[in-house]
């Protein structure tokens, strides 16, 4: 079992919608979560990251952590054609201070 | 305007050759880390650093990569020899790590192809 999953996509949502992409991992313990944005042929950037269970919001970005399901989300409100890239979900191990990456999820937003 | 750089951002080498890349973290951080990407992997974890001191190099080839920090302002990964399997874009990304935060900012990459 990978340490972090995330289906690979592509999942295309119309401009304007809710998109919801989703991460599970396999480490108990991990306490810490990061969403990450990579367009094509750039660099994955930080968005947002989440510790507790529940919401976290920022804009038209919300964080949702579920620890007993080991479960995490990002939804994105009023999609643009802008947000289409793919999403990477990132781990912090615990008991380490290494962070593991899902392979990402691909999203389209059509115009 | 803080920001990982890395050097060189593309390589195209025979197999066979020592490859050599370069990363100046953020000033202040205090966590390196090491990454390959491709397309079958996804981002691999190769090595990370914590106040220059290797913490984990678990993910790399050992007998062909090796990671040093030889001061604060510069990270290398080398790979000698190098091998078609290892053409992938290479990250560094480097993190003020305290406690449960673990933001890492990542470099532009390095895009390395082994002919």
């Known amino acids: 079992q990978k340490e972090v999953e995330q289906n690979s996509g592509p999942l295309s949502v119309p401009e304007g919608a809710i998109a919801s992409l989703n991460c599970t991992y396999s480490d108990r313990g991990s306490q810490s979560f990061f969403w990450y944005r990579q367009y094509s042929g750039k660099s994955p950037e930080l968005i947002m990251f989440i510790y507790s269970n529940g919401d976290k919001e920022d804009g038209r970005f919300t964080a949702q952590l579920n620890k007993a399901s080991q479960y995490v989300s990002l939804l994105i409100r009023d999609s643009q054609p802008s947000d289409s890239a793919t999403y990477l979900c990132a781990v912090k191990v615990q008991g380490a201070q290494k962070l593991v990456f899902g392979q990402g999820t691909r999203l389209t937003i059509n115009p | 305007d803080a920001r990982v750089t890395q050097t060189p951002r593309h390589k195209v080498t025979e197999m066979g050759q020592e490859v050599t890349m370069r990363c100046q973290p953020i000033l202040g951080h205090n966590t390196v880390f090491w990454y390959r990407q491709t397309m079958m992997q996804g981002l691999e974890l190769l090595a990370y650093f914590r106040n220059r001191a290797p913490l984990d190099d678990s993910g790399m080839p050992k007998d062909r990569f090796s990671a040093e920090m030889p001061d604060a302002t510069l990270a290398t990964l080398k790979i000698q020899p190098s091998e078609p399997r290892d053409s992938a874009v290479y990250f560094c990304?480097?993190?003020?790590?305290?406690?449960?935060?673990?933001?890492?900012?990542f470099g532009q990459g390095t895009r390395l192809t082994v002919v």
């Open positions: 990304a480097s993190g003020l790590v305290l406690g449960r935060n673990t933001e890492a900012f």
